[in-house]
């Protein structure tokens, strides 16, 4: 009889260890299954790797948990530049004939309109052309009578065509030198009328030929200046323009009307705004880039000055997109992961590793291509990869 009982007891526990033995995987695929939640895709051929990271933990190292959000993603093309006026909003300031300098009314940084006078110059050159226009319009006005006359003789055939010709020829040819020192007297800020009066002027004015801020000034009382000298230099900021210059291959994704937003590389938090209104169609054989140029917003041309250094981003496409904090991303073999919550408790919280996939990346956020991926930590990933 106790032989028959211990042989029944034998047989039970065989039978028990069995049934553990063959129920053991199907348990551990359930308690997967339980613990994935459906939040995070894991790959047929990883292991999930468990990280417990305690809640305070937690909360000391100010880690944050939460889902991918829609931002707006921008595609740029980088490119160098300078800050330039354009052709007709800067000017270089000399003399038409040499002279001294005999008063300044101006300096560098102050702000002059088309017309003002900017300094003034003497010297004999200016006298003599005055007495030459002088001269020559007198007697352009005696030989026009006597032309008349000979004209209004050769008419009535009184004398001869020769003579005729021979005074319409002296008369058009100083009435041709007399209009082209009137020119230069007007050139010259000289007002040919006032000369005909017999009134000369011993010095002539330069004036500002057109508005803007002197940027440039290098003139004294007295100093000497030669006609191929420029000595002063004027500046409109509102012709301001911005200069980019880019390699061949970024032109395809430029279009006239893109934005661009610049910088110096001493603010590069400070950015300004532009719009790229023309694209150059030649390479320069040096530096084999093409010179694009981009028109500037309004309030931004009174705080620049000709010739500053920028870096700038044209904007060549938008669109929205789930984005995660760049920070939330750690790389492995080529590869980029998250740490996604797969379960929680009072004490603390359970990570999975979990590979993305990656689009747009900018200074602050990665595009993510995972449309189910939620409940991740999205800062302090770089402590729960260090503690791998």
């Known amino acids: ?37 459906g939040e995070a895709v894991l790959s047929d051929t990883e292991t999930p790797q468990e990280i417990l990271v305690t809640k305070a933990q937690f909360e000391f190292s100010s880690m944050r948990i939460g889902d991918p959000r829609i931002r707006i993603f921008q595609q740029k093309v980088r490119a160098n530049g300078y800050i330039k006026a354009a052709p007709n909003g800067a000017a270089q ?101 006032a000369v005909e009066d017999g009134s000369i002027k011993p010095a002539m004015d330069i004036i500002s030929p057109i508005d803007g801020f002197i940027s440039q000034q290098d003139l004294v009382v007295g100093q000497y200046l030669e006609p191929n ?33 610049f910088f110096t590389p001493d603010e590069p938090g400070r950015k300004y705004k532009a719009h790229l209104s023309q694209i150059g169609k030649s390479i320069h054989p040096e530096t084999k880039s093409v010179l694009c140029i981009a028109r500037l917003s309004p309030e931004n041309r009174k705080t620049l000055v000709n010739g500053l250094y ?41 990570f999975h590793k979990v590979a993305v996939k990656t689009g747009t990346v900018t200074d602050s956020f990665t595009e993510v291509l995972d449309p189910g991926l939620k409940n991740i930590l999205l800062t302090g990933a770089y402590n729960l990869s260090s503690a791998e």
């Open 1 to 37: 009889m106790n032989i028959n009982e211990n042989t029944m007891k034998l047989i039970r526990e065989s039978r028990w260890f069995v049934t553990v033995i063959m129920f053991l995987p199907l348990l551990w695929a359930c308690q997967n299954l339980k613990d994935n939640k």
């Open 310 to 350: 920028v870096m700038a981003e044209i904007i060549t496409c938008e669109r929205e997109a789930l984005s995660i904090p760049n920070e939330a991303l750690t790389e492995e073999e080529d590869r980029y992961y998250v740490f996604a919550v797969y379960n929680e408790t009072d004490e603390d919280y359970a």
């Open 93 to 193: 300031v000399g003399t038409l004939v040499p002279g001294r300098i005999n008063q300044v009314l101006c300096s560098t940084g102050d702000y002059v309109r088309k017309g003002d006078v900017l300094y003034s110059i003497e010297s004999h050159a200016i006298i003599e052309l005055q007495q030459e226009y002088a001269e020559s319009f007198s007697r352009l006005k005696a030989l026009k009578v006597n032309y008349e006359r000979q004209k209004l003789l050769a008419g009535e055939q009184i004398s001869s065509l020769k003579e005729f010709n021979n005074v319409e020829s002296e008369y058009m040819s100083l009435q041709a030198k007399v209009e082209g020192l009137k020119l230069r007297l007007q050139m010259m800020q000289i007002s040919p009328a």
């Open 229 to 261: 000298e420029n000595v002063m230099e004027i500046i409109n900021t509102d012709e301001f323009r911005l200069n980019l210059y880019l390699f061949e291959k970024d032109l395809k994704d430029l279009v006239i009307g893109q934005t661009v937003l």
